[in-house]
């Protein structure tokens, strides 16, 4: 391990705290594996077929009483663990919605781990929770929203729509929630909230039920639908309705003003949930929810310990603790802060439009093959096709489609998912990491259709 004229003895971590030229040491090792790593991605597979279970193998063991050599664990996690999966930080990654694993977030998050600071409470870190509070309300002025709005950085989308559920649930609600209906948007309708739902509503309230929730999607993950959700904002206000936008995926598509119109009327939600992780190339682990009035977060989710150190009389500070059900948690903020102070937020606004204009392409590509049949142009940068056939019913296509998404991917160039539409199988394509280029992408587009040609002979 130890390089030539190298004082500093790896051999020995005991130490939980070592001194800094361990600490420096240890640094640079993980920092070259690291960019190493980031060096040979264009050329690692975009996915490994290797069978998963084998790597409870490699993993077996009791915990290490004493520590082991650090080369043999990084060798573990770089050239086994990690290549084992798909690859998620690589520009051949078109599946499910991408992320990317943004440096400048990754050393965010490296930075806040290692400071350790509280960010849960104003007054243990006023400047952490300033520094987080500031990067929220930048989102929420890009997002549109008016400037009272705030919210709070989730891990993700998930816990995003749980939190508006549960705020809009206590607004609305109370404590008697039995009754309560909630409305979601329907994937195969996409476009509108149907009709019928919206005839539901007053059915449901005939039988004694209580709409409390709709909730419109900007950019479905199936098929990267919009709702209307101007249309969507107009019911909820007239029936008194949280109205939640999913924006996980198509959110921050916001910031390009060419696609405003798409999603007009996103501005008008109480809450909108919106993935760093996915729409701003974020490492995983990274959501956040922004709500209109941020006192509908603190009435669902307040804490009122006696050891928590508590607000001084009469000063508005946002307690995050309070804002969701998080108590103890990272410094989530400086992980968007960071990279926004860095590259400046026109960065992020060129790599979205280069990643629209790409899957815009795509789609032209495709459009092209008189056997490919897409289900709808991409409106933020996400659609699905399939290929027909003049003699097969629905299944022995589907079965041929499945086929079909086997033989792009066996080359491991490119990596895309299938997704089924009322029992139509479809090949998606959504173009969102962070290092998909034009070049990965016609290589891709080159890819398919040899792989159509072959299903058509
Ligand atoms: C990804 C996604 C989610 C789930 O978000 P996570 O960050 O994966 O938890 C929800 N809704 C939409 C539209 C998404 O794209």
């Given at each position: 391990?130890n390089?030539?004229n190298d004082?500093?003895?790896?051999?020995?971590?005991?130490?939980?705290d070592?001194?800094?030229p361990?600490k420096e040491?240890?640094?640079?090792?993980?920092?070259e594996r690291m960019?190493?790593?980031l060096?040979?991605?264009?050329?690692q597979?975009a996915?490994s077929?290797?069978d998963?279970s084998?790597?409870?193998?490699w993993?077996?063991?009791?915990v290490p009483?004493?520590?082991?050599p650090?080369?043999?664990?990084?060798?573990?996690l770089?050239?086994?663990?990690?290549?084992?999966?798909?690859n998620?930080a690589?520009?051949?990654?078109?599946a499910?919605?991408?992320g990317?694993?943004l440096?400048?977030a990754?050393?965010?998050?490296?930075?806040?781990a290692v400071?350790?600071?509280?960010?849960?409470?104003?007054?243990?870190a006023?400047g952490a929770?300033?520094l987080?509070?500031r990067?929220l309300r930048?989102?929420v002025?890009?997002?549109?929203l008016p400037?009272?709005a705030l919210?709070v950085f989730?891990t993700?989308?998930?816990?995003?729509?749980?939190l508006a559920?549960?705020a809009?649930?206590?607004?609305l609600?109370?404590?008697?929630?039995?009754?309560g209906v909630?409305y979601?948007?329907?994937?195969v309708h996409h476009?509108?909230i149907k009709?019928?739902?919206?005839?539901g509503?007053a059915?449901d309230?005939?039988?004694g039920?209580r709409?409390f929730?709709?909730?419109?999607s900007?950019g479905t993950?199936?098929?990267?639908?919009?709702d209307?959700?101007?249309?969507?904002?107009?019911v909820?206000e007239r029936?008194?309705?949280?109205?939640?936008v999913?924006g996980?995926?198509?959110?921050?598509?916001?910031l390009?003003p060419?696609?405003?119109?798409?999603?007009?009327g996103?501005?008008?939600?109480?809450?909108?949930?919106l993935?760093p992780h996915?729409?701003?190339f974020?490492?995983y682990?990274?959501?956040t929810?922004?709500v209109?009035?941020?006192?509908d977060l603190?009435?669902?989710?307040?804490?009122?310990g006696s050891y928590l150190?508590?607000?001084?009389?009469g000063?508005?500070?946002?307690?995050?603790c309070?804002?969701?059900?998080?108590?103890?948690r990272?410094?989530?903020g400086?992980r968007?802060w960071?990279p926004f102070?860095?590259?400046?937020v026109?960065?992020?606004r060129?790599?979205l439009?280069?990643?629209?204009?790409?899957?815009?392409?795509?789609?032209?590509?495709?459009?092209?093959?008189?056997d490919?049949?897409?289900a709808?142009?991409?409106?933020l940068?996400?659609?699905?096709?399939?290929?027909?056939f003049?003699?097969?019913?629905?299944?022995?296509?589907?079965?041929r489609?499945?086929?079909?998404l086997?033989?792009?991917?066996?080359?491991?160039?490119?990596?895309?998912?299938?997704t089924?539409?009322?029992?139509v199988?479809?090949?998606?394509?959504?173009?969102?990491?962070?290092?998909t280029?034009?070049?990965?992408v016609?290589?891709?587009l080159?890819?398919?259709?040899?792989a159509l040609?072959e299903?058509?002979v």
């Amino acid at each position: 391990m130890n390089k030539p004229n190298d004082p500093v003895d790896l051999k020995d971590l005991s130490d939980l705290d070592p001194p800094r030229p361990i600490k420096e040491r240890l640094l640079r090792e993980f920092s070259e594996r690291m960019l190493e790593h980031l060096d040979t991605l264009s050329d690692q597979p975009a996915w490994s077929n290797e069978d998963g279970s084998e790597a409870a193998g490699w993993l077996d063991g009791p915990v290490p009483e004493q520590g082991r050599p650090l080369d043999e664990i990084l060798d573990l996690l770089f050239d086994r663990v990690i290549p084992c999966s798909l690859n998620t930080a690589g520009p051949g990654y078109l599946a499910y919605v991408p992320g990317g694993g943004l440096y400048s977030a990754a050393l965010a998050e490296f930075v806040a781990a290692v400071v350790n600071r509280y960010a849960g409470v104003w007054v243990a870190a006023p400047g952490a929770v300033e520094l987080e509070t500031r990067a929220l309300r930048w989102l929420v002025e890009l997002m549109g929203l008016p400037e009272s709005a705030l919210g709070v950085f989730t891990t993700g989308g998930s816990m995003s729509n749980l939190l508006a559920v549960v705020a809009a649930r206590e607004k609305l609600l109370g404590s008697e929630i039995s009754d309560g209906v909630a409305y979601f948007s329907s994937e195969v309708h996409h476009s509108v909230i149907k009709a019928a739902r919206i005839a539901g509503i007053a059915e449901d309230r005939r039988a004694g039920r209580r709409p409390f929730f709709v909730s419109g999607s900007a950019g479905t993950v199936n098929t990267g639908a919009v709702d209307s959700l101007r249309r969507i904002a107009d019911v909820a206000e007239r029936e008194g309705l949280w109205n939640h936008v999913d924006g996980a995926y198509g959110a921050t598509f916001r910031l390009l003003p060419e696609l405003h119109a798409t999603l007009d009327g996103m501005e008008r939600c109480d809450s909108l949930a919106l993935d760093p992780h996915k729409g701003l190339f974020f490492p995983y682990g990274l959501g956040t929810l922004l709500v209109r009035q941020p006192a509908d977060l603190t009435r669902a989710f307040h804490v009122s310990g006696s050891y928590l150190p508590q607000l001084q009389e009469g000063v508005t500070r946002f307690d995050f603790c309070e804002m969701s059900p998080e108590l103890s948690r990272d410094w989530r903020g400086l992980r968007v802060w960071l990279p926004f102070m860095l590259h400046g937020v026109d960065a992020f606004r060129r790599a979205l439009r280069e990643k629209r204009e790409l899957a815009v392409r795509a789609f032209e590509t495709l459009s092209r093959e008189e056997d490919v049949e897409i289900a709808a142009p991409p409106e933020l940068s996400l659609f699905a096709f399939r290929q027909v056939f003049g003699d097969a019913d629905l299944e022995e296509t589907n079965r041929r489609n499945r086929k079909l998404l086997e033989e792009i991917n066996r080359p491991a160039r490119i990596y895309l998912t299938g997704t089924t539409l009322g029992g139509v199988f479809y090949l998606r394509i959504c173009v969102l990491h962070l290092r998909t280029n034009r070049e990965r992408v016609d290589e891709g587009l080159e890819i398919i259709r040899r792989a159509l040609e072959e299903r058509r002979v």
